[in-house]
């Protein structure tokens, strides 16, 4: 037993969890720790955390999320072999974490199931604290402009008015931020935010290559696939292996800026010859 307590009225256990990942494909990453607060119905709590060797190399940008390298987890025990006590563990209790219902109990589930231990879903309930915290604190143009500017949005999503409200948030934003730091989603310190649209692009802008996100740029820097059976690879490497690709994708329902941007790389590819 731990000294964390809770006021939770339970009928049955309730396991909140957390993983740290190779990554956040579901099929293709392995969790390398796992930590989970059992709450009880008497009020008092269970503490478990355990690396786990994933038995794939963890990517150096995973590592500079969650600070696990191979290193720390070449010792530690696979998955397979702490399978049977984890579901034991869990036996009867339902489940909970941030973001859980899209990703740590699909990539949970999935692990139990590579590894041939039954951990059935049909009986547990799942409770996603994120879901219930953009409910209850909405990330819409209303919640900015009462958060930055301190009023409500009348009319809104009359062209206008929206428009209005987003001019004015930004400027509160701006005012609000301006000299302060910003951890991306990544874990890497950007620039501290600036009365300064160059820099204020640079913090928003996306990995999109065209709007679609059909092609993105990867952490090298180089045009890839973002869909598909040749996702993840490069675009160049696809259309000189398999013209043909080049071929489907423009006689296929993509935007034309999709299109577009891909003859720019064909077309660029074809000039550097």
Known sequence: MSDLTHTLRLKKPLAIFDLETTGVNIVRDRIVEISVVKALPNGTTEIKTRRINPEMPIPLESSLIHGIY???????PTFKSIAKNLA????????GGFNSNRFDIPLLVEEFLR??????????RAIDTQRIFHMM???NLGAAYKFYCGK????????????????????????????????????????PIQNDMAVLHALTASNQIDF???????????E??????HKDKPVLEV??????????????????????KLTEIKLRALTQR
Not at 115 to 124: L, P, Q
Not at 212 to 222: D, P
Request: aromatic share 10%.
């Open 70 to 76: 191979d290193e720390d987890v070449k010792d530690a």
């Open 115 to 124: 590894v041939g231990v039954d951990f059935d879903m049909k009986n547990r």
């Open 239 to 260: 259309l000189q292996k398999e013209p043909s690709f080049y071929d489907w994708m423009m006689k296929s329902e993509f935007p034309l800026d999709t299109k577009r």
């Open 88 to 95: 034991s563990f869990l036996e009867g209790c339902d489940l």
């Open 152 to 191: 409500t949005l009348e009319n809104a999503h009359s062209a206008e008015a929206d428009t209005i409200a987003t001019f004015e948030v930004l400027q509160g934003q701006i005012a609000k931020y301006e000299g302060v730091q910003v951890v991306d989603e990544d874990g890497n310190v950007t620039e």
């Open 212 to 222: 679609a996100g059909r092609m993105i740029f990867n952490q090298k820097g180089e």
């Open 137 to 139: 604190e909405p990330r």
């Open 224 to 229: 890839i696939f973002n869909f598909g059976k």
